[in-house]
């Protein structure tokens, strides 16, 4: 068990909808990544937060957004769904310290029908 | 810019060691690491290496980093059944927490 919690683990929604995954970082890691990973099983980086605030930010669509909050959840809001949005939706966290790495959550598995 | 490639499969016989390939590009990486996904899990952190080592033992895992050439390889002595997953090569690029990931090479143990 990493100690990064997501929810929910899987997903089915219709084209055109709009859904939020949720993300709780292991205790005291202020960063938090979003990355997605397609059937073909290259890892995309989304976006990461730090302690509430944007940091970096990748090949994120404009259709999608993220936000961190206070108590350091996090939360990645995909609206206007296609079907290739489909994919896996992880969130990984970590402390400052580099030799940390990042640490993963098992992912949410979005299908988009 | 960064870029990290690895290639997409590797396939070896249990027992055998297994390399696995990973070259990069942004020369500021100060450290790289090396992930492993097993079947519809997350990844799991293995082993990271600090840009001024050339290797690093841990168990039956050795890291070499030729930060000249921008290459990095994991090599897995007696590869095991269990060792069979995904493994994803990453490095924390040009900016300080951001994390930039290898396409992951998938390794196959043949029994």
């Known amino acids: 068990d990493s100690g990064v919690t997501q929810t929910p683990k899987h997903l089915i929604t219709a084209t055109g909808q709009r859904v939020t995954l949720r993300c709780s970082p292991r205790?005291?890691?202020?960063?938090v990544y979003w990355y997605q990973q397609s059937l073909d099983q290259g890892l995309q980086f989304l976006i990461q937060?730090?302690?509430?605030?944007?940091?970096a930010k990748g090949n994120i669509l404009e259709r999608f957004s993220a936000q961190q909050f206070p108590d350091l959840h996090s939360e990645l809001n995909l609206s206007s769904l296609e079907l290739g949005d489909s994919a896996l939706y992880f969130c990984?966290?970590?402390?400052?310290?580099?030799?940390?790495?990042?640490?993963f959550g098992q992912g949410t598995r979005l299908t988009v029908v | 810019g960064e870029d990290v490639e690895q290639s997409l499969f590797l396939s070896v016989r249990e027992g055998d060691s297994s390399v696995i390939n990973c070259t990069y590009t942004d020369s500021s990486s100060t450290y790289l690491y090396w992930y492993k996904q097993e079947p519809g899990a997350g990844l799991q952190l293995l082993t990271y290496i600090f840009s001024n080592m050339d290797m690093k033992q841990d168990q039956r895992l050795t890291v070499l980093l030729n930060k000249k050439d921008k290459h990095l390889s994991l090599r897995i002595a007696d590869t095991q059944t269990g060792d069979s997953a995904i493994y994803f090569c990453a490095e924390n690029g040009d900016n300080f927490n951001k994390f930039c990931f290898g396409s992951g090479t998938k390794l196959n143990v043949k029994p």
């Open positions: 937060y730090y302690n509430g605030e944007e940091r």
């Open positions: 990984a966290s970590s402390q400052d310290s580099m030799t940390s790495g990042a640490f």
């Open positions: 205790s005291g890691d202020l960063s």
